[in-house]
């Protein structure tokens, strides 16, 4: 007898063979197919049983959500939309479902919002869209390792829990083992962190980038992939209070290099999943079409989703210097007619959400690479070029996510780094184990930072990043 | 010209050619051989100038952590111990590192102690056994991707900030973004947590067991290898206060099923290391041998450290009972001559690591998989035997190691779950979600936890915990 998963047997040639599989009743219909899922696939395996030799209270508790086994016969199906099906001998039930339960969870088979799945987010993952979305994923992710180990980058875990928060992206949440009800205080009322389990003051981690670049400085080329924080009050769709990073580190790497590796990397991933999930992508592409068809025409995608991601993997990414895009909105439509929320009038000014979306969506209709930004909008870390003014900063937007990634060559000089933190009032102690790096052999390096749940949403075209990821943590909800 | 890695031109042979490389100086000798190394490998590439046509000044510079770019050609090596070598025409200092200054470090050239290398993690791994247990521990991270991924499992991120603490594995770190000097408090006097960024009470994570059953019973297979963290005052060389963890879990797989996963995980992640992490496994075993010969000959691995690997990976794990193993042990030398901290006297008793030292090191001479324990010392959610006192749990032993995994067949039956929880005094509604899938569709289903520093700990040799991860936290210490 073949035991197998549902994705095995919708492929097995292995007619008339006795088999056997285990999963959940997604459909009952007629009192006779039975639509079984077991996470392996997208698609569903129908049983189909004879129910006048099927006793009538089995028959009952084959509902939607039960775990059941079926034993049968592995057939030509001659119905439409597969190629296999299950004539079965026998069903057991291994756990049951109650139907009037289920009618109150969001397994109940009609439909029912997002924001209704998310509250129930420890069930979703048995739906289609979240089960495709949740597989696709974790490709993603092996191809996120996939790319770095081929090509010889060493793995790193940067700490999460980090007594530095000299990289100022953002506020930080506070990690203590103290009874919140009676903190420890010193007698001039600060708090009094060498009775705390560190013995001080601790956060959780904005990114590992400092971190990965002591290790890149000696094992070459480096990445990281974990989680990363940030404890801003923003209820986007775009914004997630704990998400996964991946930061990539190359010693003897440039600006160039840094741009030519993240695109080189993106390509890789996107095409690994148009290779690997082509069920989950079709799936999620008539899902979109299907969301399309409910909104304003000019709001639709321009393609569907894996034509998207072809048109990445297979077109180069547009470079253009920030200098440039700063020309092209000051003459753009949008800028001119005022159609902007944020009017670009000087060189310097931050590309808002509005103007990146314009430069990708409208006017190069491609991924876009900027770099060369002003330094006073980047952080302390990159750097400065001859001008005195611009950083070798770099950020690549895509349609319909902006910004997916952010990077930079690193200011190897020790001197210039130094004046720039005086500038910023970052405390030079604080960092001393950073400044070290410069001291001893200081190398051109460069780096990126990819928002992998942006990355998700990209690919599975998810609209909202709560979506993307298992348990999403956001104000005011850390629920399961 | 050629542009190369350390590791590819070591391996070339393509003499006579020109090539370029860039690294770190590791030493040099007689102001003409330079041991370069990049990160790539254990092994340094020499690097052979012509003095006489260097200038003084650039000799001066070459200097033991300096960053150079190394141009030549590529020669047969006539020396022993490296097979090609570079014949430099020109050396470039891209970083310079002041003799004086290195000196006061750990990249100057002698022994420094593992404790003295912990206080500069951010150098460490420009050493030659950091690089290499860096490197194999980045290969063991992705044969851990790799197996799951060849065998169909998807990758889940389960919450690193959670709002249950039902798990009880231990003392949690506390998650908060409100100011500890000022703490808002309800007006009995207990925090209030509606004014905190979740609006309730948050910790990290010690496990994601729960939530990752929750896609189990969804996706059929999963693993999660993320962060967890222990708030636990342990200053041991077996304990961290933040480690990665690695837990699959699978449905329709009993606790048979479950061991034999973990045997068969555990020896493909040694064999991959064993075949792609030959030249830093051969370092870190002559390493071992070093420290051995310091140490009293009782204390001595019986074993090289590659012979133990393969000896893993060759073997079958013993399966005893823990009923098996009390008898064992009660009838032990250590035990009737209580040589033992804890004597062993009757059925129930937790076994220490001592014990489980010695079925492993002294009894059965291999990796030995304990199972059925007491229900009493075991988790809430573990699968009860018809006996009523056992449970279907799974203890992983190592030599030198001790519990590696553990793992256990989940209680899949609600009933006697709830009931279970009720003893224990575990609300059921902080747990509704993972009760729930036991009402929906429950299955037989099973799952374990592997520390994965632990792993690592076992494949390199090393000793304490602390050198097996990047920045170790533990209490009193989040540097860097």
Not at 231 to 237: F, P, Q, R, V, Y
Request: hydrophobic letters at 35%; glycine letters at 6%.
């Amino acid at each position: 007898m073949i035991k197998g998963k549902v994705a095995e047997l919708l492929v097995s040639t292995q007619y008339l063979q006795e088999v056997q599989v285990k999963g959940w009743v997604r459909s009952f219909r007629s009192n006779r197919f039975i639509a079984l899922n077991d996470g392996s696939t997208i698609n569903n395996l129908q049983c189909v049983i004879d129910f006048e030799k099927t006793p009538e209270d089995l028959l009952k508790r084959i509902t939607v959500g039960a775990a059941i086994k079926v034993t049968g016969t592995l057939h030509e199906s001659l119905g439409s939309g597969q190629k296999v099906e299950i004539q079965a001998t026998s069903v057991e039930i291994l756990g049951d479902a109650d139907p009037e339960e289920v009618k109150l969870t969001i397994l109940s088979p009609k439909r029912h919002s997002l924001e209704k799945l998310r509250e129930q987010a420890h069930l979703r993952v048995r739906t289609n869209t979240f089960g495709a979305v949740m597989r696709v994923r974790s490709k993603l992710s092996y191809a996120v390792h996939s790319y770095f180990q081929q090509n010889n980058f060493h793995y790193v875990n940067t700490p999460i829990i980090t007594g530095s928060d000299a990289e100022g992206a953002g506020e930080m949440f506070k990690v203590t083992s103290f009874d919140l009800k009676d903190v420890p205080k010193n007698e001039d009322g600060s708090v009094n962190y060498k009775e705390d389990f560190f013995g001080k003051e601790t956060n959780l981690t904005v990114s590992g980038q400092l971190e990965g670049e002591t290790y890149a400085l000696g094992l070459g080329q480096i990445y990281t992939f974990g989680p990363t924080f940030r404890a801003e009050n923003s209820n986007t769709s775009r914004h997630l209070a704990e998400f996964w990073m991946i930061e990539p580190e190359v010693a003897f790497c440039d600006l160039d290099g840094n741009m030519d590796l993240a695109e080189e990397f993106i390509k890789y991933v996107l095409k690994y999943v148009l290779d690997n999930c082509k069920d989950d992508l079709a799936f999620l592409e008539e899902r979109l079409v299907g969301e399309d068809k409910s909104k304003p025409e000019s709001e639709r995608s321009p393609m569907t989703l894996i034509d998207k991601l072809r048109f990445v993997v297979d077109n180069n990414f547009k470079r253009v210097s920030y200098t440039e895009a700063i020309e092209i909105l000051k003459n753009s439509k949008p800028n001119k007619k005022k159609k902007f929320n944020y009017i670009i009038e000087d060189w310097g000014a931050d590309l808002q959400s509005e103007h990146e979306r314009y430069l990708v969506e409208k006017h190069f209709k491609c991924p876009v690479i900027l770099f060369d930004y002003p330094a006073d909008i980047k952080a302390f870390y990159m750097r400065l070029n001859e001008d005195g003014k611009t950083v070798r900063a770099m950020d690549i937007l895509f349609p319909g996510i902006g910004e997916i990634v952010g990077g930079s060559q690193r200011e190897e000089r020790l001197d210039v780094l130094k004046k720039k933190m005086a500038e910023l009032g970052i405390d030079e102690e604080e960092l001393w184990w950073y400044l070290d790096t410069r001291k001893f052999g200081t190398c051109v390096h460069s780096g990126f930072g990819l928002g992998f749940e942006r990355l998700v949403q990209f690919t599975t075209g998810m609209s909202n990043i709560r979506d993307v990821i298992a348990f999403p943590r956001t104000p005011l909800n850390a629920e399961f």
